[in-house]
């Protein structure tokens, strides 16, 4: 089965410019997550949805960052324009089922450097 | 609000020495627990996580943690470390009410020496 694949796995960009990252979850998982992972800390959420449905995007930073994920399969997420401090990883994360207890499947991510 | 704190960003032991990474939670309400470890350029994969069965979680790779309620601490262990160890683990909490929302550690660096 394959995984949570994500491209590109690297982007160099200058600030101000516009970036795209796009994700395809696991076959039949209907909860699809990005987390977003500065150098050295754990993982901090970005948006979460339930099929196509955001149902939490409170640490969404809405001036610059966009989300979608049409038909509930794949998504993607942008920056636009982007700043210094966006340089991280990007990591997007699928589940098969809602509720707590539920496994998350991650991706390799995707290193954004901002020049 | 729920918290995680990991206690030491870089951990280093001997090949074949006790392994141990401490993590503290805090959370309003019963938690699940879990943690997850990411090998170099590679995304989280899961180890354990407990569900508020047994207190005592085994995973993968020979790693187990234990649930202390009295001590909100949920410290992963594997008695003999291999070289194939080293990597970056996560301990993250989730909210049993409502929908699952991971909130993540910073993260304990371990490093096996030979």
């Known amino acids: 089965e394959a995984g949570v694949v994500q491209s590109p796995r690297y982007k160099i960009i200058e600030k101000k410019q516009p970036v795209a990252f796009w994700c395809n979850p696991i076959?039949?998982?209907?909860?699809l997550y990005w987390y977003l992972q500065n150098l050295g800390q754990g993982p901090e959420l970005l948006i979460r949805?339930?099929?196509?449905?955001?149902?939490?995007d409170s640490q969404l930073p809405k001036d610059r960052f966009s989300a979608e994920r049409l038909k509930g399969v794949d998504s993607t997420l942008k920056i636009q324009p982007a700043e210094l401090g966006d340089s991280a990883v990007y990591l997007c994360?699928?589940?098969?089922?809602?509720?707590?207890?539920?496994?998350?499947?991650f991706g390799e991510g995707s290193r954004l450097t901002v020049l | 609000a729920q918290s995680v704190t990991q206690l030491g960003s870089h951990v280093s032991v001997s090949e074949g020495a006790l392994v141990l990474l401490r993590c503290n939670y805090s959370?309003?309400?019963?938690?699940?627990l879990f943690w997850y470890v990411q090998y170099p350029n590679q995304g989280l994969q899961l180890l354990l996580k407990?569900?508020?069965?047994?207190?005592l979680v085994k995973g993968i790779n020979g790693f187990e943690a234990e649930f202390k309620k009295s001590e909100t601490s949920f410290h992963l262990t594997k008695p003999s470390a291999h070289m194939s160890d080293a990597a970056e683990y996560f301990c993250?909490?989730?909210?049993?009410?409502?929908?699952?929302?991971?909130?993540f550690g910073q993260g304990t660096r371990l490093t096996i020496n030979p």
């Open positions: 994360a699928s589940s098969p089922r809602t509720g707590p207890a539920g496994e998350l499947f």
């Open positions: 076959s039949g998982h209907n909860t």
């Open positions: 949805y339930e099929n196509e449905e955001a149902v939490d």
């Open positions: 959370s309003s309400v019963p938690p699940y």
């Open positions: 407990y569900t508020s069965a047994a207190t």
């Open positions: 993250a909490v989730s909210d049993t009410k409502g929908a699952q929302k991971l909130v």
